[in-house]
């Protein structure tokens, strides 16, 4: 048996656990899996996003969702050959469901399963046109009166929303709204996006002038168009505008610009959302039976209340209104907070010779960008990943088949790396007085992101001014008052401000809830975002999965939808998938449905 | 030596090969080539679009050419294994020459070449920055007055065309001058593209509303970004339009739309073109070094003179002015012409409830959509040959592999394939009076859209109306007079009509250049199109590639680029190279330039 190859290894794993599914033996079926285990699985068993953790999770899941799942075909994914590594193998896996075709992750320690990542591709008879189902478009043949492809499209634009109402409202036409817009399409689900500006991806050209993405391009594919391989590593805003605004044309989204939704609410009974917005000067009434919130996983911005703040004569406001540095050339600019945006403003301010004091209240992580790049992206999102034949819809699986609960154990010794190899970096920081930190546990920034979405800059240029001097630091004391014309710091520090940036972080998405619908049903789906790691501003108790994105709710038909470019490209598909289910009236049993621990 | 790969046999070859061009010993060079043998250049060694027939072509090409070309490194491809299928062996080749890196396809045969193709891949130094070296987008650091990508598109558009010529002027904005626009872009060629349309696609949205692309969508990427799997087999015309609309935005082009070129003259002395074009109501004159006629392969309309014409009282127009058929319900329409236009004008007619008939003056050539995309594109154009790892990249070079002098043999088969298949369908045209006809030597549609452009219909369903009586035909009589309100035939047949379609088609792409710059270069340069192959419309002597296409011309700086989009996509490779040399001030020696032997 010495000889036994990886694969035939994993084959007779899978028939074995694949048998016991089939059997109903959820005895044999948890048998297959060591003490120290995780199932990851993305809606094709649990109608949810869940890990369930250890051998009882696996078994209570099962216990109550294995006969209506039904899964079956269990077998290694074509042309995917399992590999073996110090007693690890690792290899794709693709099953069926009753309703559903699936493909996942797993890892296998002594013959029983590690990690097991099972997710939903396609729902049976509801699949994508696509490859060799693509639509013909010609109409061959003839007929009278038959249309065009843009009479059809003329008379979609017309009637959804008026005539004929969406299945599915998306508040938001950002990156995540137009993501999840594009797979909906391809699914045959009637849906409007409603955005209150004037152009798919302004919400990316109105924000400040050097503003870049942090995310490299082959972490930022939307679903179906790749950027082509002539694509900056890091897109302007601009640029990335550009595309969001083309995609949305060529997807031929529903997309409402320039409207405003005012509010909504839900009628239990009749199982459908009353949606007000606004356009043309209009009020509409949309009538879905799915409601999205797409307004950014950043929420409400946090405006603070310092004592004095309306005494202030120069221009002030939260980092989400800046208008960039243009106005402040000479002036004085006094920036609050000391994350992404506080360091982008600031390093804008003090290039268009503005004299600029960041205000440092709190430690913040620190990583280069091209050290990020290098150790913390490159296996999975880089040139030489694609070279190395990891597709971007393989490094999503392959980053969703690790366990949240165990993720931070492999990205401690990568920020380990990037200290080392950034060490004199750091120690100028640290001389210049910036107060650093590296996460709670030292496991940097993507668990800070994934925990509390916030407290981190990746720096692409602002530390060395912050080094030099150039951007000045006060750090370690918060603000006691704002004066007619200054900021004055608890310990006494008086900085003269002509202007004052509150670069002091967003609410909870569930605040856009409160906003549109009610802060009842804000605060019956609690707190979006965060694991519950119990680490700052991440409270407990454990999660183990983003709270409340991309799956059900405590508030029936309301979801919500955000992040950054990869969660819009590849939670999109899982959250495309619930919503075709629902449409189509699939039984959708909702597994392990999250309990509300916090309201914001 | 029984047991030697192809991949052994070919490598051998090609160090036999190799090193006899190094040596400049075009003896044991020409030796490696069969007696009946092709040698097609694109560009790498002729700096032109040229095949070589026959050993004697081979020689004379080398001694004029080698020692300028420099080639080496001669190799199998990386990661392409040659075939061998009975005795024909079959691969993929890298080379290089002084100046650029190239990239081919071989076929050999008893140990000797058969068809050699090699085309230029790159220029050293002038690579396209993409994958690897993809720019950077953001720039890191930070320096007082750094410009954002917006602020430099902004500055490139106020100043290419005004204080800053371009390198470039393209005239028309199809797809053909999108593709190119798009290499020049990437290769640092500045360049402007005059299009007299509104919006980039309108030549497509213009046209009859009920088109639609006839090739399917494997043979219609353009470069860099590909159409997504779900895009429709046959795009409709403003789906398509929309598409180049997005590519020209996204691909950053200069494309200045309603835009007319004036007129254009070249002054030998400063090597300079002077192109007056109207735009927003004023006269702008630009000074480039190259100029490109992408005003489609179809040239100006061929408008007939029948006599009377004058008289008629009814609508009457070219079909490139036809509007449509909305205005034409329950009116008669004579449409005289029996190729590809007016098959799909007179379905369209007849759907909107016109009683049409159609004048079939001469024979054509009709082949069904979906047999022609089975027999004829699928091997290489088709979803299964993306299964089976044919890229579109890999479809182009293996079509362009097959000598034009020979590629009637390859296609012949085919069309005996597809009379047999649709045996009834073509009996029945025939019983309905419709001359058919297969090409002079039943090679069929592509030969004859390569001989000379015209001929045929690919059948959506005009053919079945016809066979249906539901399109009326007169066959077989030309048009003798117009009349008031009447089409009156040689053969006596009066054909009343309240609007007449002249689906005569056009002429040769040098009358472009008759209409913007003079009739002395349009003869200067002679016919565009067409292989010389002395049959119909494609009078000789033998040319053996495209006369005047995507290659050095009699007058020079002047180009013609055009074709499907196959063909925009493919051959704007290789016009992009040969521009960018030229901007680079690096050596062309043209080999071979063509003779012209007609005028129009």
């Known amino acids: 048996m010495l000889d036994k190859t990886p694969a035939t290894k994993l084959n007779a794993l899978l028939e074995t656990f694949g048998g016991a599914l089939t059997r109903g033996d959820i005895d044999a079926a948890v048998d297959c899996f060591q003490d120290d285990c995780y199932w990851r699985d993305l ?27 039904g899964p079956s075909n269990w077998a290694a994914a074509e042309g995917e050959a399992a590999t073996e590594t ?20 797993i890892r296998v320690k002594n013959g029983k399963i590690w990690t097991l990542l099972t997710t939903m591709a396609e729902l049976k008879g509801h699949e994508e046109k696509a490859g060799f189902t693509r639509p013909m478009g010609a109409k061959h043949g003839s007929g009278p009166n038959r249309r065009t492809w843009k009479e059809e499209r003329e008379e979609e634009t017309a009637e959804l929303g008026f005539s004929r109402q969406p299945y599915c409202v998306i508040i938001g036409g950002g990156q995540g709204g137009i993501a999840l817009g594009a797979r909906l399409k391809q699914l045959g689900v009637p849906t409007i996006i409603i955005e209150r500006n004037e152009r798919p991806g302004d919400s990316w050209r109105k924000r400040y002038k050097s503003l870049c993405l942090h995310d490299p391009v082959w972490y930022d594919h939307l679903p179906y168009i790749d950027f082509p391989k002539n694509w900056p590593v890091f897109s302007p805003k601009d640029k990335i505008g550009d595309w969001l605004e083309m995609y949305a044309k060529v997807m031929e989204l529903n997309y409402w ?29 949309l009538k879905p039976k799915q409601l999205v919130l797409a307004t950014g996983m950043s929420g409400r911005p ?7 703040m309306e005494k202030f004569k120069g221009d002030q406001h939260h980092s989400s ?33 503005a004299d600029v004091t960041m205000v440092q209240r709190s430690s913040t992580h620190i990583v280069r960008s091209d050290t990020l790049m290098d150790i913390g992206l490159g296996a999975l999102y880089s040139e030489q990943a694609v070279r190395n034949g990891i597709t971007t819809a393989k490094a999503d699986l392959i980053f969703a088949s690790v366990p949240y609960k165990i993720l931070h154990a492999f990205q401690i010794p990568l920020y380990k790396q990037m200290k080392e190899r950034d060490a004199a970096f750091y120690d100028g920081l640290e001389k210049a007085g910036f107060m650093l930190d590296w996460g709670d546990d030292g496991s940097g920034l993507f668990m800070k992101y994934l925990r509390r979405g916030s407290g981190y800059y990746i720096d692409v240029g602002a530390s060395q001014l912050i080094i030099d001097g150039k951007i000045k630091l006060k750090s370690g004391s918060d603000v006691a008052e704002i004066t007619e014309d200054a900021v004055v710091l608890k310990d006494g520090t008086r900085l003269p401000a002509d202007v004052i940036v509150y670069a002091t972080g967003y609410g909870s998405m569930n605040g856009w809830a409160a906003e549109l619908i009610s802060q009842e049903v804000a605060d019956k789906v609690g707190k979006c975002w965060g694991l519950g790691s119990s680490t700052t501003k991440d409270p407990g108790p454990w999660e183990g999965e983003q709270r ?17 470019l990869h969660q819009s490209r590849h939670y999109s598909q899982f959250l495309a998938l619930q919503l075709k289910a629902r449409q189509e009236g699939i039984p959708t049993p909702v597994y392990g449905l999250q309990a509300v621990h916090h309201l914001r």
Not at 322 to 340: E, Q, R
């Open 43 to 69: 809606v094709a068993f649990t109608w949810n996003i869940k890990t369930l953790e250890g051998k009882d999770q696996v078994r209570a899941m099962l216990e109550a969702q294995l006969a209506a799942t």
């Open 548 to 564: 409340n994105m991309w799956k059900p709710t405590q508030q029936e038909a309301l979801w919500f939808h955000g992040g950054n």
């Open 86 to 105: 110090d007693g690890l193998i690792d290899g794709w896996i693709s099953f069926e469901t009753k309703v559903a075709r699936g493909f996942g992750h």
């Open 321 to 353: 209104k800046h208008p960039g540095p243009d106005a402040y050339a000479g002036k004085k600019a006094v920036v609050v907070g000391s994350n992404n945006s506080a360091h982008d403003i600031c390093a804008a301010l003090c290039e268009a010779g």
């Open 257 to 285: 610009s320039s409207t405003e939704a005012r509010s909504a609410s839900y009628d239990e009974t009749a199982k459908e959302w009353t949606v007000v917005v606004e356009r043309g000067g209009k009020q509409i009434v």
């Open 302 to 308: 946090n405006l603070p209340t310092f004592p004095g």
